[in-house]
């Protein structure tokens, strides 16, 4: 018995909805996906390689930031020129909210606003931070995005990622999901460079050994996790690769 079927028969993928299923989706339905994040950076990487799969089988993928992550010595001119050169590496288009990094405001006026951007755009499905990450952006950006799917008749289906698990991302629960990566991997990491300013050496590296040990779990080299959350219309990612 090899390690995989050791995991299959241990009950560890039990729940597991996907595994290197979105290569197999069909190329005849596009949809458009947003994936939040609380600074630029944080969707590339935390789930830059579905983002890319995503983008590859010809659906538009927007990356919709929180703010510009401008924050002392590093400028919002930079910050933007860099999240625009990782949207090119994954085929993806930037998008804004328009608040300020380290200062995220979560009220009814902000509630309306972000939830305006969402359904301006009409996704089919949104990934974003879990609930309780440490930085307060995540958490925002997150509250925001639940009360804009919420407001919306959870009309879209809303699935969380992960973010440099055990640093940024705590007490994540089991994924629901997972997405094999290893093909894309590269890409994924080239989009993360793009964040020079952002000392990527070290936080790269963090996210990669969780892309390797989630690969682990659902038998692949790399692989990104997600958790969808109950009640929504639909699982897009079955959909999208079944």
Same mark, same amino acid.
């Given at each position: 018995m090899n390690r995989r079927e050791m995991l299959l028969s241990a009950g560890?993928?039990?729940g597991v909805t996907m595994t290197k299923t979105l290569a197999r989706a069909t190329?005849? /339905?596009? /949809?458009?996906?947003?994936?939040?994040?609380?600074?630029p950076g944080d969707p590339e990487y935390g789930c830059g390689g579905t983002i890319a799969r995503l983008a590859a089988m010809g659906h538009e993928v927007v990356l919709l930031y929180l703010n510009d992550g401008?924050? *002392?010595?590093? /400028?919002?001119?930079?910050?933007?020129?860099?999240a625009k050169k990782a949207c090119e590496i994954l085929n993806a288009r930037p998008v804004y909210a328009n608040q300020t990094n380290g200062h995220a405001i979560v009220d009814n006026s902000h509630y309306e606003a972000f939830q305006k951007i969402i359904e301006a755009e009409k996704p089919d499905a949104v990934f974003t931070h879990w609930m309780i990450d440490n930085h307060p952006d995540h958490r925002a950006i997150a509250n925001l995005t639940y009360e804009a799917w919420?407001?919306?008749?959870r009309r879209f289906a809303l699935y969380y990622y992960e973010v440099s698990d055990g640093e940024d991302t705590t007490q994540f629960p089991a994924p629901t999901h997972y997405v094999d990566i290893s093909d894309v991997s590269d890409k994924k990491k080239a989009a993360c460079?793009?964040?020079?300013?952002?000392t990527p050496d070290r936080y790269y590296e963090l996210q990669d050994s969780v892309a390797a040990?989630?690969?682990?779990?659902?038998?692949?080299?790399?692989?990104?996790?997600?958790?969808? *959350?109950?009640?929504?219309?639909?699982?897009?990612?079955?959909?999208?690769?079944?």
């Open positions: 560890t993928l039990a190329q005849d /339905s596009k /949809s458009k996906i947003i994936v939040t994040g609380g600074h401008a924050w *002392q010595e590093t /400028s919002a001119a930079t910050r933007i020129a860099e919420k407001q919306l008749k460079y793009a964040h020079a300013s952002q040990f989630r690969g682990l779990t659902c038998g692949s080299k790399r692989a990104e996790a997600f958790v969808l *959350q109950i009640g929504s219309a639909y699982d897009f990612l079955a959909r999208a690769g079944v």
